[in-house]
């Protein structure tokens, strides 16, 4: 396998609203609709659309959502031996996307919190050129899948979301960060509110991890590596919903990567994927695939 990911999948259900509402505030939006979802499983398959063959390793409950997740799965092309059923119920993300294309999600994480470091084994990460690790599962669990990714001798791309703040020997178990404002500045108390900042940002953390990127929605992404570093500007487009550009971002990144390509061609790979991302409604829905993105630049 080229690239493994370890993570999350959820089921999101999602409600369109004009704008979103205030503490105590009750706001009435449109039917709701359910897509797929979970940063793991919206990740393994932008990878895959991207063209890289992934496998997945996580867990679903036994219900609906979690036979629908697998079969997604599946169907995109994605080796799912390693996604096992549980009892309890499957991750569900409860998204509010606003008229403005921005999103407010909560997330009840339901069986993604039942993968144990002790679920995994060397044997699901041979041959993985790439792994790629959130932190919607337990931080245990994404530890002990960075030092078998490192036993194998893949790179190992954290990106380190939902904000949390993680301790330097566990960075030091990276290859690459990624990371948006909100997380970069849970890791580091600074806001990386301008390119500018977020390169000195980036910089600081390179300290524990060789490779930094930070991404800035319209502004861009900023990346560091040993001796160089990099800007790269948004790709201008008419966004409709953000949910999955992040995904998207790091699946292209991922599959770049894998290739061989220079990080600052793969972050322009992943900038045009987070950018096409957000001109469809839904996470998985809208991950592009890599036919379309070649000709949409």
Not at 127 to 138: S, T
Not at 161 to 190: C, G, H, R
Not at 231 to 244: H, K, L, M, N, R
Request: aromatic fraction near 4%.
């Amino acid at each position: 396998m080229s690239i493994v990911v370890v993570g999350s999948l959820n089921m999101d259900l999602i409600v369109r609203v004009p704008r979103h509402p205030v503490p105590g505030e009750t706001l009435l939006g449109s039917d709701y609709e359910t897509h797929p979802g979970g940063k793991g499983a919206n990740q393994a398959v932008a990878a895959a659309r991207m063209g890289g063959k992934v496998r997945m390793i996580g867990r679903v409950g036994q219900d609906a959502f979690g036979t629908q997740l697998r079969q997604g799965l599946r169907h995109a092309g994605i080796n799912v031996h390693a996604i096992l059923p549980i009892h309890g119920p499957t991750g569900v993300a409860f998204i509010a996307v606003s008229d403005a294309g921005q999103n407010t999600i909560i997330v009840s994480p339901g069986a993604n919190t039942q993968l144990y470091p002790e679920n995994l084994s060397v044997a699901e990460f041979e041959g993985a050129k790439v792994v790629v690790l959130q932190l919607e599962i337990p931080v245990k669990t994404v530890v002990r899948a960075a030092q078998l990714a490192r036993e194998v001798g893949a790179t190992v791309i954290l990106n380190a979301a939902p904000a949390s703040p993680l301790s330097p020997q566990k960075l030091a178990l990276m290859d690459v960060l990624v990371v948006n404002e909100t997380e970069a500045e849970a890791l580091t108390n600074q806001k990386p509110d301008s390119p500018e900042a977020a390169l000195e940002v980036a910089h600081s953390l390179q300290q524990h991890v060789p490779k930094v990127i930070i991404t800035l929605g319209a502004q861009g992404a900023v990346w560091v590596e040993a001796g160089s570093s990099g800007y790269q500007p948004a790709f201008p487009v008419e966004s409709v919903d953000s949910t999955g550009a992040g995904d998207a971002f790091i699946g292209a990144l991922a599959v770049a990567l894998a290739e061989g390509q220079p990080l600052a061609q793969a972050v322009r790979l992943g900038a045009a994927a987070g950018a096409m991302a957000t001109t469809v409604v839904g996470a998985q829905p809208s991950l592009p695939r890599r036919d379309s993105l070649k000709r949409w630049l």
